[in-house]
């Protein structure tokens, strides 16, 4: 016999958006919205997380960035509204593809909302048909029709083609922005930066520090691809006055460190003189525990980069940092992950927590300095 699973587990079901046809549909890149976490985004057009007129030497030069640059991980979609429902319709590039990450994370989307005089929440999930590459999802049923501000998050692993935002036609909508700081931070890392593999884009650890920082998030995380290659260093550097850099990419460039590091903070020193650098060692890895030559040389590649610090600060920079990866989370242990590499939500919130001391340590020190 076949299951009904809508009879078995109503909360388990997709559930269809009603009357769809009723809403009036945005375009988020168009005012009142506003659009954080794309450099390029205005030279671009499109949700892509590196400039479109580099893709020609990406392809030949760095082919995973090529592909990976396209998703939109770390983006997000801000506006305020009285509507009493919230409602998107996406189109991203397949259906699903990895096997160890939800839909929800991969191709989906998520959002929070602030009424007046609290802090943002999580209120709402795409349900996503998995072998599908279109939905329509109602996000916020607010049937009080209370003026609130709204953060929509951007799939983590999926071009996103095409995203529009549904309303009523009678409500309120008017520009909002989150962040209180002026200036974005930019992190450069791998799939953990990317986001894999948490449950839905509001729990990508840049996601969760930008609204805890109150700070938009770069996200340049490029899944199996962050080696720093110098086209891509060449890249990351052109990206001017940002609050900070943060260097994450040990885990998958692995030996290259060693080749490729000094010359990548170089070129950002270029262009940013005094903008403050966080080396960040690689988080030690479940599936290295009982690996000892793995582990040594991951030892290694950790005190290399601590020494390289060292040795820019003794040579006059002020502002580079050393982020221990070894101290970023209090619990590392196998319910940090999902396949002993990447974390879940717990060993992504453990990650958000070390990074959030090591950014409030930075800026208090920058601080000090300037006074």
């Known amino acids: 016999m076949e299951q009904n699973w809508k009879i078995i587990d109503r909360n388990m079901a997709i559930s269809e958006v009603k009357e769809p046809e009723k809403l009036k549909w945005f375009d988020p890149r168009k005012e009142p919205f506003k659009i954080f976490g794309f450099y390029w985004l205005k ?16 392809l030949d030069a760095a082919p995973g960035v090529y592909f990976m640059a396209k998703d939109s991980a770390g983006g997000q979609i801000a506006f305020e509204t009285d509507a009493e429902r919230i409602v998107v319709r996406a189109e991203v590039e397949t259906p699903q593809r990895w096997d160890h990450m939800p839909a929800t994370c991969e191709m989906g989307m998520d959002c929070y909302v602030a009424y007046p005089g609290e802090d943002y929440m999580f209120d709402g999930v795409t349900r996503i048909d998995a ?3 279109s939905y329509t999802c109602q996000l916020v049923t607010d049937p009080g029709r209370e003026l609130k501000r709204v953060i929509i998050n951007m799939p983590l692993y999926m ?5 529009e935002i549904g309303l009523p036609d009678d409500a309120y909508i008017g520009p909002s922005n989150p962040f209180e700081h002026e200036k974005p931070i930019v992190i450069y890392g791998t799939s953990i930066t990317q986001g894999g593999c948490v449950s839905r884009p509001g729990v990508l650890i840049t996601n969760v520090l930008s609204r805890r920082l109150k700070t938009e998030f770069i996200n340049l995380g490029f899944s199996g691809s962050g080696k720093g290659e110098p086209e891509v260093a060449d890249i990351v550097s052109s990206i001017i006055d940002p609050e900070m850099f943060i260097l994450d990419y040990e885990a998958n460039a692995l030996e290259r460190i060693y080749e490729n590091m000094l010359p990548l903070v170089e070129k950002i020193r270029k262009n940013n003189p005094v903008t403050p650098i966080i080396i960040q060692s690689r988080v030690f890895g479940y599936s290295v525990r009982r690996d000892r030559e793995r582990f040594q040389k991951f030892l290694n590649r ?3 980069q601590k020494k390289l610090v060292e040795d820019l600060k003794a040579a006059g920079d002020e502002h580079i940092y050393f982020s221990d990866g070894l101290d970023l989370m209090e619990n590392n242990n196998g319910d940090c992950y999902v396949d002993k590499i ?7 919130a453990q990650i958000a927590n070390g990074m959030e ?3 409030k340590e930075v800026r208090r020190l920058e601080a000090e300095k300037s006074k």
Do not use: C, Q, S
Not at 159 to 163: C, R, S
């Open 131 to 133: 072998h599908k590459n």
């Open 342 to 348: 990447h974390p879940n939500d717990y060993g992504a």
């Open 159 to 163: 071009p996103l083609l095409k995203v």
């Open 302 to 304: 950790r005190e290399f």
């Open 43 to 58: 030279e671009n057009k499109n949700y892509w997380r590196l400039p479109e007129t580099e893709f020609d030497i990406l």
């Open 357 to 359: 001391r090591m950014i």
